[in-house]
């Protein structure tokens, strides 16, 4: 069982920036496909930024593209989401997946992942 731990979250001013790290108790991740959503108050659970298992695969939803980084370091068993320039609208709950189905890709969809993280608050205010 991979039991997933995020942290880093926080209050933040428009145009600051935080670093989400997630991380497992127990068994590593390092070939894992890893993903972080989000989930704003009165809204869906969207797709964030995800990275491959090996790392050399990472994609974003367009919302964050050029202001969020998503990178992982195998020998810390972490993976982390570097927010830059954020936004009133980047508010929500932040929420780390993971899959073992495959080490090459990395995945958009929440159905992918089997396990997930119990999510760490990030307000941002204006």
């Known amino acids: 069982q991979v039991q997933l731990v995020e942290s880093g979250g926080g209050l933040v001013q428009t145009g600051g920036s935080l670093r989400l790290s997630c991380t497992t108790s127990?068994?590593?991740?390092?070939?894992?496909?890893v993903a972080w959503f989000r989930q704003g108050p009165g809204k869906e659970r969207e797709f964030v930024a995800a990275?491959?298992?090996?790392?050399?695969?990472?994609i974003y939803a367009d919302s964050v593209k050029g202001r969020f980084t998503i990178s992982r370091d195998s020998a810390k068993n972490t993976v982390t989401l570097q927010m830059n320039s954020l936004k009133p609208e980047d508010t929500a709950v932040y929420y780390c997946a993971a899959d073992a189905k495959s080490a090459w890709t990395a995945f958009r969809e929440a159905g992918e992942y089997a396990y997930w993280g119990q999510g760490t608050q990030v307000t941002v205010s204006s």
């Open positions: 990275i491959s298992g090996v790392g050399l695969t990472s």
């Open positions: 127990g068994r590593t991740f390092s070939n894992y496909a």
